[in-house]
């Protein structure tokens, strides 16, 4: 009853923030119903209902998000339900273009090292024109798994941001997060992290970038990335990235996703040519090699590759992508392709179809594949999709899903 008494306050909130004035109002309501049949051949036939809204003021000095979402198994006999609020945060500008303020629940990567939900409190001071921000939050981690929404953790830190006033300019950062933990026991952890960037004035205008994490706990380096981007011609564009990556799964708390692969640290190169053929095509072409440790001195390579095509004329919109993926437990391959069309203008339809075939050392050789129809019918300010999906892979046999959103964006006006 209290979980739904929030997401009340969270539908009824939005409106009250209109009283600073006039400003863009965008409203989503999406439910999703599933009937599929699990590896264990049980059926399961869960409902999902997310309903999100967003307010901006015209003068930009207010924002407000909100977010939370519904589920139920209707083939459950326990009538397990559960009602979730995932985002309800604002930011205002205390004193425009000097001091804003911002609290809520809330999922901001700019202010944290890492990604994380957290229940926060943050202030940040605006200097020489806005070049220059500090700022400082604290807040209570939550987990962000669907009905569980834990205080797992309090953190506190602060950030810098900096740019000079050249006409390319130079663009630094700077964090630090303390993390004391309220769940098993694990001793507290300090991050620090370091960024810049900046485009040099030469042939193929050169872009440089460089980030890194490190971890003043166990004094180690969590994460270094470094990246060139050359553009030869206004159309071409080559990307090169090196990155390595520490791992090592946090005790089960936070586990890192390369931790699946890697026991240890994962080095990666990264190249990309993108070229926009004509306004309305691009392609783009991505390499990568990674070299993760396998289990104790034993280390391993794994290799990826993409081909991407994007087509855009003027009623429609076609993406196409294949790709393939090889290491030591396997290889990949597959590919996707979507297609929407507008209808005499206030009409669409959505196409999508993505197969992948795969061959592990842990199981058979497989297919998955997904398939998705959707048809949007746009009135006024307001866009209703209703369509359907299928899925099949080595976790369910079958996967139907019905989908129908109702969006909605306009223009408040004070009364």
């Known amino acids: 009853m209290l979980a739904l008494r929030v997401c009340l306050l969270t539908f009824c909130l939005l409106p009250m923030g209109l009283a600073f004035g006039q400003g863009l ?35 930009q000095t207010l924002k407000l998000d909100s977010n939370f979402g519904f589920f139920y198994d209707l083939a459950n006999n326990t009538n397990e339900q559960q009602l979730n609020l995932y985002l309800l945060n604002f930011q205002y500008d205390l004193v425009k273009d000097r001091i804003t303020v911002s609290g809520g629940r809330t999922t901001d990567p700019v202010r944290t090292i890492g990604w994380t939900t957290l229940d926060m409190l943050s202030v940040d001071m605006h200097f020489l024109e806005q070049r220059l921000t500090l700022g400082a939050f604290a807040g209570k981690e939550r987990i962000l798994d669907i009905g569980n929404f834990k205080n797992q953790a309090d953190i506190i830190g602060g950030h810098v941001y900096y740019r000079t006033t050249d006409v390319y300019p130079l663009h630094l950062s700077s964090k630090f997060q303390h993390r004391q933990y309220n769940i098993l026991n694990k ?42 981007d050359l553009y030869p011609s206004i159309y071409f564009v080559n990307r090169w990235r090196l990155t390595t990556y520490k791992t090592t799964a946090k005790d089960g708390i936070e586990d890192p996703i390369f931790s699946i692969i890697s026991r240890g640290r994962l080095n990666e190169a990264m190249a990309q040519i993108e070229n926009h053929w004509t306004p309305r095509f691009v392609s783009s072409v991505t390499l990568a090699y990674d070299d993760y440790l396998l289990q104790e001195s034993l280390r391993a390579q794994g290799y990826r590759g993409e081909l991407s095509f994007n087509y855009q004329p003027d009623s429609s919109k076609i993406n196409n992508k294949y790709y393939y993926f090889k290491s030591y437990g396997g290889y990949v391959f597959g590919g996707s392709i979507s297609l929407t069309q507008k209808i005499f203008d206030k009409n669409e339809i959505y196409l999508a179809e993505d197969v992948t075939y795969y061959n592990k ?22 866009k209703l999709q209703l369509g359907g999906e299928f899925n099949s892979n080595n976790s369910l046999t079958y996967d139907v899903r019905m989908l129908a959103k109702l969006s909605y964006v306009g223009q408040m006006e004070r009364n």
């Open 25 to 59: 109002i965008k409203m989503e309501s999406e439910s999703l119903f599933s009937l599929r049949n699990d590896m264990k051949e049980q059926r399961e036939a869960p409902f999902y209902e997310f309903f999100a809204a967003n307010y901006k003021s015209n003068d």
């Open 187 to 228: 001793d507290p952890e300090n991050l620090a992290s370091v960024g810049a960037e900046k485009t040099f004035e030469a042939g193929w205008s050169p872009e440089v970038l460089a980030s890194s994490t490190y971890n003043l706990t166990s004094n180690e380096t969590q994460k270094v990335e470094a990246g060139l």
């Open 361 to 382: 050392i842990t199981s058979a050789k497989s297919v998955a594949f997904n398939t998705e129809a959707m048809y949007g019918h746009l009135w006024k300010d307001f």
